[in-house]
């Protein structure tokens, strides 16, 4: 009976994470431009995802170097995402929306962002903190 109940609620909680209202910034339908969004947190770098292995999450195909990857995301997406819907966070701390280098990233607090480029991933940097508290503030109005 255990094994039933907790089925059900695995899947109650997939249907609840598919249900989540917010599309990412994608290119041609594929979130991050291809890059695994695991490997930002394993490797501390961005890898090229496998077009063989993917899943669609969110509005976009995402892409994984390995099925364990996909495995890790698929259970907490939320967790592995970009902040504010894959565009650059920078921007968004500037109340608007821009697209980003998969390559310019940080990770801060176990979350990943992403930046427009090398050189604006710079400036994110100087004061990642009031820059990640004005994007919090400026995405609820930025997401619409």
């Known amino acids: 009976m255990k094994i039933i109940a907790v089925q059900l609620m695995s899947l109650f909680f997939v249907g609840f994470i598919h249900a989540q209202d917010g599309h990412f910034y994608n290119s041609n339908g594929v979130a991050i431009k291809g890059y695994d969004p695991i490997a930002y947190f394993t490797q501390n770098k961005a890898v090229i995802g496998n077009d063989s292995i993917t899943m669609e999450w969110s509005g976009s195909i995402w892409k994984f170097v390995s099925k364990d990857n996909l495995k890790i995301f698929a259970l907490e997406p939320i967790k592995y995402a970009p902040a504010y819907g894959g565009f650059c966070a920078y921007g968004a701390s500037e109340k608007h929306l821009s697209p980003t280098d998969p ?38 109005t930025l997401k619409k």
Do not use: G
């Open 103 to 140: 390559t310019a990233f940080t990770i801060v607090n176990n979350k990943l962002y992403l930046n427009y480029n090398l050189k604006v991933k710079e400036f994110w940097i100087k004061d990642t903190t009031s820059r990640i508290k004005s994007a919090d503030n400026y995405w609820v």
